[in-house]
């Protein structure tokens, strides 16, 4: 029979002894994955990079371009032949040296409930390059490009082009090339290709976190906060927005958080020991304002109806053009916003729990200084923003802080043994502050719980009123030495001035709790008003994410039981911590998690809050501070 | 019959009464190009533009996204729709309004003997924009983007993104968007559609010349040319190599041939009130070393053994980059090199005449501070490089001076009136100068014209010597008192002191002679070697071309005669002009020729001659100053 018409060939390798049968022309690397044997690569079967070297003991190929680049003429004539690129035409044998063996699983890192696979569109090669001669005379640019495969694109930056002959011949060819996302960015002497890093922020309106990792492994190498500097411009969104546009204020918005995400690029890189010029990406997420100001547009559109972004799209930025302390030939990819006020953290968020790809209706609300709110049936993604305020922040109450040493976290009332002892004042109430140090204020967990413990002792009605002493029910009998004022004026001393840090007693005022009840009923209401829009009720809801530092502090029981998201089991209901940070990590060590914050941006409708009567009638039934009844 | 079965239409068209049979479910436009009739469009029929509206008359179609986009309700109803998307599922009848038929013809510019369809990369589209609701609360980028179709990306340049929301918000909306090569590059306030210019430059060692275009025509609005600057630190390639590796020099180097660059824009746009900002895209040849400090990059490899450039590709680079007078979001298109000494300029001369396409043998060479030569023969190409050294531009010639206002450039033995007249000393000669002013020098033409004459007269030998007034033969009587100096220090004075404009005779030295023998028996070597590689003899060349300023100047008899170029009957020696410059120009109007000096660079071999001893015997034969006998 001619050798033509043989559509099947059998190859076997050792010394495995394995044998398959595969189509006549296969490579050898594909007939390899048939033996489930994996042969390393890391050019994606271009050719480029010679790590998938084998030795054909039959059937010996005519060498290719690629085989003659990584082969010697002796090695050439015993066999030796790259897999991905030889196709084998007739029944073989290949031997697989152990050196070309792949013996580590893929990498992955660790979703919310999913893996994903580490793959960076950052990646480096150690090149050893045939020095130019009279009878190769390839420019020095086409010489880097031929050894990396015809996938790689010439360097953008006319920098790594001016500086690459001089590179070249002071190390000899040996040189190792950085590539990202299918372009050559750029060229170093020597072999550093396991120096390869990438920084992660999430970048808060209130709090900024960096985190290093190493982009090969995707492990976390270290991790930094800081509180944003543009606070001292205002510490919401809108007076950012503000001061943005008047003189200067943009570009110095701007200078506020590239100072800060700097400062933790270079603490972190300290800590660890790596050089910033080997962090080579970056992935950002934030809300649609910080976005906007970190890329240096002026946000003022999203200040006034009718709230329009100057962009949503993701986008990739030079580490020149925002002046950030990395490889100057670096990017920085930020990830999509969704409308003016559901930004990429949100993306980051979705990316990160898998809400997506999630068949049964699950919710999550990421807290931060505006609480975004997701439902989720189906594939069907939808989003809306609440003016839910920074309350849960600290923010706007009396004696409100954020989240550090000193701060009331957890309040409660005493366990039964307290109770038996009768009323001593601080055996009644239990208050517990950040690092167990003396009270300098309370943070947002500790206003949900303060405020959930004085509706259950009767202090605080349903619709919000904090009676004074005169009013108070006999239930109350035994705090009654905590109040504070009449009417509206009541206080409820959590920590007297004597044992405050302050000097000055650490308190619930009747405005605190106000401020509360607007910031969870505009929560719970999104959430009801998407519901609405989904066809869905609550009790339909499988899993409801609590994300933001907020989302870990908050005691699940008092959310439910002062009505801040919809009555559910409380198992349903999930803390899942900075979502969004961890939507940025998985963006910066894996291509694929980026095309899928893409096409989630473009996917989820966004349902614009302000001109529709429904919410502002679910805004007040939600004010009532008790469970959610929705049936 | 079910119409699913029905696989042709039947399209007729109104006011023309045309009717077509088409496939179900084409396209308007496509069964009106069927019909012979051309509906106008700019965006490749993406529903971008909306110039192609047409009336269905019957068979009306559901609006698509783009109808609801470019037609009132009203008009829709009517039956109005675009050309381009509506698909037609069964026998119609449209109306072609008088307004979208494209009346003139597709554009094409000249190349040399073909003709070059205008399609630049640069294209601008008058958007009027819905302003945003909260019915519609697209970002401003997407906004413009979903207007132009999905095919055009977001702008690299940060400046672009950061600028739009003014833009857009002061024009009310009404912008012009500016695209190049698929991506969204500047929005400009009102309508600026028309306002679309390039500048093509060709830059020589000597000489540098620029062509003002607007792109949409493919007119040539003026053109303009400079004495190269950095020829202050050397006439030619190699010394201008060595100030590069000066401290400082390659910057400076690069700094003077973009204030040429600059200036020839500005002037060219000063004459014919162009705007510099509305220049978009430039195109740029040169040599390769010229390309390399247009760009920055330290020539110092083509200096020495292998002479490898650092860069051969072709590269698109911002105006930023190198601060050039355009658009700032403008680009240069720098066209391919072959090899070190086989640049962009010769890539261009090959595009301008087609040599790619030839099936016959043709030649040619580009005759500037160095002599290109390219042999073609059935799709294939080989060029090389000579050494001619710049004798030719008047350098190193005693006298020599480039073609410019007083130059001898034609000198030819005196007719027979002349002889008859019976010997005065001005009648032998016809000696004639640019501008015909007083003589200041001779440049190339006029050398050669000088020589061959000589040569005719009997002066000088076929091995190149100038005999004295003892040697001179009898036939050289009438010219002896021009003769002065013996030996090797012999010279022929072509004009007096007292008629120069120098107050210095004019002069044919010994030296000259051996410049020109040098020089020319180089770019005949050259040919001569191409052709052996080619397996090709002189006989079967069915054109010479010789480009280049000096190939318009040069008589093509004196060329045969001295041996410049094989042995040709003369009307198969044919003179181009600056061919390269022609190909700056179609690279500019033309994105196809930008692919095909791509491909032309790629296929071109590049035949070294520093190494090979052919070249050497070739050049000693080609010393004698007599026609090229080959058989």
Chains 1, 2 share one sequence.
């Not at 290949?94 to 409930?113: H, N, Q, T, W």
């Not at 068949?359 to 839910?388: F, M, P, W």
Request: proline share 5%; hydrophobic share 45%; charged share 20%.
């Amino acid at each position: 029979m001619p050798k033509s018409h043989k559509t099947e060939i059998t190859v076997r390798f050792v010394p495995d002894g394995k044998e398959v049968r595969v189509p006549a022309g296969s490579t050898v690397m594909e007939a390899a994955a048939r033996a489930e044997i994996t042969v390393q690569s890391s050019c994606g079967g271009r050719g480029a990079c010679g790590k998938c070297k084998v030795k054909l003991l039959s059937a010996v190929t005519e060498p290719g371009k690629s085989d003659v680049r990584h082969f010697t003429a002796d090695e050439l004539s015993q066999g030796y032949r790259l897999a991905c690129l030889t196709r084998l035409a007739e029944d073989a044998v290949v031997e697989i040296p152990a050196y070309s063996r792949l013996v580590r699983e893929k990498i992955s890192l660790d979703g919310l409930g999913k893996k994903v696979e580490v793959e960076p569109v950052a990646w480096k090669l150690f090149l050893q390059l045939p020095e130019p001669s009279l009878e190769d005379q390839r420019a020095d640019l086409t010489r880097v490009l031929e050894a990396l495969g015809e996938q790689v694109s010439q360097p953008t930056d006319l920098s790594t082009l001016q500086a690459l002959p001089d590179i070249l011949r002071q190390a000899n060819f040996q040189v190792t090339a950085v590539c990202s996302d299918g372009e050559l960015i750029a060229v170093e002497p020597g072999d550093t290709s396991t120096q390869l890093y990438g920084m992660a922020f999430d970048i808060g309106t209130t709090t900024i976190v960096g985190y290093l990792m190493h982009l090969e492994s995707g492990a976390q190498v270290a991790v930094d906060a800081l509180v944003n500097p543009q606070a001292q411009f205002g510490d919401d969104v809108i007076s950012r927005i503000s001061h943005a546009s008047t003189e200067g204020g943009l570009k110095l918005l701007q200078q506020k958080v590239v100072e800060a995400i700097n400062h933790i690029t270079l603490e972190t890189c300290r800590e660890s020991g790596v050089n910033p010029a080997h962090i080579y990406e970056m992935a950002v997420v934030g809300n649609t304002c910080m976005m906007h100001l970190l890329l240096g547009i002026n946000p003022a559109s999203l200040a006034t109806a009718p709230y329009v972004p100057v962009i949503t799209e993701a986008r990739v930025v030079a580490a020149r053009e925002l002046g950030l302390e990395m490889n100057p030939h670096g990017r920085i990819y930020v990830l999509p916003n969704i409308a003016g006020f559901v930004g990429a953290d949100t993306v980051g968020v979705i990316i990160a729990s898998g809400l997506e790809a999630s068949r049964g209706l699950r919710a999550a609300v990421d807290i931060g200084t505006n609480g975004e709110v997701i439902v989720a049936k189906n594939g069907r993604l939808l989003a809306c923003s609440t003016a839910a305020g920074p309350a849960f922040e600290g923010a706007r109450i009396s004696q409100g802080m954020r989240a550090a040493s000193g701060a009331i976290d957890r309040v409660s009332i005493g366990g039964s043994s307290a109770k038996e002892a009768g009323g001593a004042l601080d055996s009644l109430l239990q208050i517990h502050t950040i690092d167990e140090t003396p009270a300098r204020g309370i943070c947002g967990s500790g206003v949900v719980d303060a405020i959930a413990a004085l509706r259950e002792i009767g202090l605080i009605t349903a619709s919000g009123r904090l009676l004074d002493a005169k009013s108070a029910p006999e239930t109350a009998a035994p705090y009654l030495a905590r109040l504070e004022g009449t009417g509206g004026q009541t206080r409820f001393i959590l920590v007297g001035a004597d044992r405050s840090a302050t000097g000055q007693p650490i308190c619930i005022t009747s405005q605190d709790v106000r401020e509360l009840q607007n910031a969870k009923a505009a929560i719970c209401a999104g959430v009801m008003v998407l519901l609405d829009e989904m066809g869905a009720v609550p009790e339909e809801i499988e899993e409801f994410l609590l994300a933001g530092a907020f989302g870990n502090y908050i005691r699940r029981e008092n959310a439910l039981a002062i009505g801040m998201i919809p009555a559910l089991p409380l198992e349903r209901v999930v803390p899942i911590g900075n979502a969004a940070g961890l939507g940025a990590r998985l963006a910066l060590a894996s291509a694929g998690m980026r095309r899928l914050a893409e096409k989630v941006a473009e996917r989820v409708e966004y349902v614009e809050l302000s001109n529709r009567p429904d919410f502002y009638s679910r805004y007040t039934d939600a004010m009532e501070l008790a469970p959610v009844v929705t049936s």
